[in-house]
């Protein structure tokens, strides 16, 4: 079962940044893209880069490091939609940013599905 996890205060995260968290021991990029909270992975697949520390446009953040672009809505890279990073559902409670992580042993049992 998943578990909703506190990750920020809803004003700790400005309108168009990002920031990291770990959670459940992965690195967790989360945005307010508009007043609209996301979270994605954190590690670009290219070259391990923080996302969270690339610049955000419109639904896309653009890695710091070489330019790889990220859809917040699902995760695909920008330049190539079958390639994509996981994303995680958000919800704001109480103004705490909340992130929704399944549980270690969901993802075990998913991981031994695939």
């Known amino acids: 079962m998943a578990r909703w996890h506190t990750v920020a ?3 700790s995260i400005p309108e168009g940044s990002g920031t990291a968290v770990a959670l459940s021991g992965k690195a967790i990029a989360i945005f307010n893209d508009g007043g609209i ?3 994605i992975d954190d590690t670009c697949p290219h070259a391990g880069a923080s996302l969270s520390q690339g610049s955000l446009v419109e639904g896309t953040v653009t890695c710091a ?3 790889w672009r ?7 890279w920008a330049d190539y939609r079958k390639l994509k990073i996981a994303v995680y559902p958000v919800r704001i409670l109480h103004d ?19």
């Open 96 to 114: 705490e940013v909340q992130v929704e992580l399944p549980d270690a042993e969901d993802s075990a049992s998913h991981e031994s599905l695939e």
């Open 37 to 39: 909270y996301r979270a």
């Open 70 to 76: 990220f859809h917040l809505c699902d995760g695909s």
């Open 9 to 11: 205060h809803r004003d």
């Open 65 to 67: 490091w070489h330019g």
